[in-house]
């Protein structure tokens, strides 16, 4: 027996031709074919499925029988039994006939889907060219042509954002020297030998002080903030009576006190505000500033909270009230913090300058009262208020005016707890009126006028806060009124300034002196066109 898988390899095979199509080359009858052997069989022609005949089966070949020779036909006769041409037919039907072979596992012509493969082995692929070596450079160009894209869509997107952003406000900055001082040698004042002092000019600064500042009675010279008070909760226009005040019996009795300063009045009468103001600046009496309290708070003891409650505001941090006249040594205070009282009030209504300038006054019933601050109506004094007990000496507060170079400046001052000596007669009222007018002389006749900046030059600039700077000169000279030795200071007070805006556009104020309504004040405009920032510098901005 031979082992037939060597047989098979070891045998020479003659040269095979597929059967369909040898038949479609030859055509005709197709010619008789030796078989071969089952271990021969290297291929079968396996018809399609669409090819087969609605109800056919494929049918198994049987297997050859033991003793067949290789290639022989199931049902054949042995070789050498002759069948009278029947061999003859079996072969040429084999030959002719194609059978189909069941189908057995899974379907051999069937072909799983490879993985797909990187772009650049395909683009190899379709260009015949070999995928390039990866390379640093080639690496680093890659990333390139990748990031390039992104970074500049990002730097689109920020540069859009950094020009919509709302831009910062412009900002008024001084450039000047915020401070002026006047030259020349320090002004000699001369300060009351006893007692306190101080001397301010309305808007400028001061001449200082004299005297041990602790709180000291200050008699009638407290009227000023009894009137102060009422003008400010209840404001007359200039010229003006105000409304009827209906006299009680407390002030008709008080009239005939006696060792105080009164006026007669009758109760159930009525006199106006103005009247009243009148009676206790003037005349100084004492029953009128406590009908006032009434009239007001409804009660003294009210009245007088609400007179140490202005004082703290005001900043008069040695001062006390007990009455709204006066008269009681419980009511302290020193020469300063009436100063920044005066102040006040000449700066506030129009009504207390009128009054406190008058040098008399008639009341309801026609009696004429006289000023007893004896100083007014001459040398440009206007006011303000005297005080005098035994207790307390000779007070005095006072206003007087003083022109410059065609401004007009209010000199403020105060003298409190003066002697009685024989340069002033022995009298208290004549020693604070003597002191209070050597301080006005001498601080009328120091004031004088400089000129710190001239009309056009540059004090300042426009900052839009994003690099860009305009320049901001004053509209006319810059002049302050003050004394040899004395400092200002310079202020920038700005408008509401806008980004874009033409050349000469007001844009603020620059102020000389302490700020207040007497300060001087110039307008300050553009010297040329405000121009709103540039892209770059919107580009650039980081706030």
Known sequence: MV?????????????????????????????????????????????LKSDLKPGSTPSAKPEAKPGAKPGAKPGAKPEGKPDG???????????????????????????????????LDLLAELTNTPRPPETPVRTAL?????????????????????????LPRPTLDLTAKDTYTFDGSKVHIPWPADGQAALDVQGIGTFGSSGDQKPVPIASVAKVMTAYIILRDHPLKSGTAGPKIKIDKAAQDQANAGQESTVDVTAGDSITQREALESILIASANNVARLLARWDAGSEKSFVSKMNA???????TNTTYTDPSGLTNSTVSTAVDQVKLAKAAMAGEPVFREVAAMMSYNDYKGVNHGNWNQLVGQNNVVGI??????????????AAKKDVNG??????????????NASND???????????????????????SATIYKKGDVVGYVDDRLGGRTPVVATKDVTAVGWSGL????????????????????VGTLTVGDGSGSAVQVPVALEKDLAEPGFAAKLTRLG
Do not use: C
């Not at 401004?407 to 009685?420: L, N």
């Not at 022995?426 to 004088?448: F, H, P, T, V």
């Open 3 to 47: 082992y037939q898988p060597n047989t098979t390899l070891n045998a020479p095979s003659a040269q095979q031709v597929d059967q369909p199509t040898t038949m479609l080359k030859l055509g005709g009858a197709p010619k008789p074919k030796t078989p071969e052997a089952e271990a021969e069989r290297t291929s079968k022609f396996v018809a």
């Open 407 to 420: 401004e007009t400046r209010t000199v403020i001052g105060a003298v409190i707890r003066q002697p009685a």
């Open 487 to 506: 400092k200002v200071k310079l202020t920038f007070a700005a408008d509401d300034v806008p980004h874009t805006a033409k050349a000469g556009t007001k």
């Open 310 to 316: 202005t004082a703290k505001k005001l900043g008069m």
């Open 385 to 398: 208020k005297t005080g005098t007990t035994t207790s307390a000496l000779g007070n005095l507060v006072f």
């Open 142 to 166: 890659r990333r390139v042509k990748i990031w390039t894209p992104l970074v500049i869509v990002l730097l689109i997107v920020f540069a859009v954002v950094q020009t919509l952003r709302p």
């Open 85 to 119: 041409g029947a061999e003859g037919r079996s072969e040429t039907a084999s030959t002719t006939r194609t059978s189909v072979i069941p189908q057995v596992g899974p379907e051999r012509t069937t072909q799983q889907p490879l993985p797909p493969k990187p772009p």
């Open 426 to 448: 022995n009298s208290i009222l004549k020693a604070a009126l003597n002191a209070g007018d050597r301080l006005i002389r001498a601080a009328q006749g120091a004031l004088r």
